[in-house]
């Protein structure tokens, strides 16, 4: 009996993304992870429904991450990295130490609410879900984010300009940008006026107060 040529010719197709892609499956299933990490909690989720999310069977999504905290532990690990990128090219810009902190301060606020669901889980987890991996995140790049910020206000104060000690400034600056984007975040409901205008209307006026004229 002959062969079909059509059988004979048509090459099979596999399932398997093409060699070299794993980095873009690794990006798939952490972006799959944040959003249900969100919508459930970090209890909720389990392994085979971040699997199913991406297509992929648990088996498979077991061969780029070899637990659940270790996919949440990344997902705080790289919004930490984004954030400590977007402060190094501020902290870099040659103007004056109060504007410098005005705008680092203002970058927190941003990178907040262009990321609300990885802001969620490095700054809104319970204490719980925390150990699983967001807490260890925070605490290695977390703390350096927080210290290169504490530096620009005492920066400020060596000029003279600060009113008030260099640690409780830092951390009323740092206070107030985490709970505007955490409020504006978890309640969308609310009449919010024009997010622009509800930042530089409260940073206007906490820079009023401890920047010297």
């Known amino acids: 009996m002959s062969v079909s040529p059509i059988l004979r010719d ?48 648990s088996t498979a999504l ?37 504007v410098r902190l005005r705008r680092l301060i203002e970058a927190y606020v941003e990178f907040g609410f262009a990321n609300p669901n990885a802001y969620r889980l490095i700054y809104l987890t319970r204490p719980t879900e925390a150990r699983e991996g967001a807490e260890s995140a925070a605490q290695m790049l977390g703390a350096e984010l927080y210290r290169s910020f504490e530096a620009v206000v005492a920066a400020v104060e060596a000029e ?29 409901y609310f009449d919010w006026v024009e997010r622009d205008l509800l930042v530089r209307t409260q940073f206007d006026a906490i820079f009023s107060g401890l920047i010297r004229r």
Request: charge should be neutral; hydrophobic fraction near 40%.
């Open 10 to 57: 048509t090459p099979v197709r596999s399932t398997r993304k093409p060699k070299g892609e794993g980095h873009a499956r690794r990006a798939e299933i952490l972006g799959a992870a944040e959003k249900i990490f969100v919508e459930v909690g970090y209890e909720g989720a389990t392994i085979r429904k971040i699997a199913d999310e991406v297509g992929l069977s």
């Open 62 to 98: 077991y061969m780029h991450f070899s637990e659940k905290s270790e996919i949440l532990h990344e997902i705080c690990r790289s919004a930490f990295e984004r954030l400590k990128e977007a402060n190094a090219d501020v902290i870099a810009a040659d103007v004056a130490p109060e």
């Open 160 to 188: 003279g300009r600060l009113n008030g000690d260099v640690r409780a400034s830092a951390q009323a600056l740092w206070a107030a940008a985490h709970g505007i984007v955490s409020i504006v975040i978890t309640k969308p």
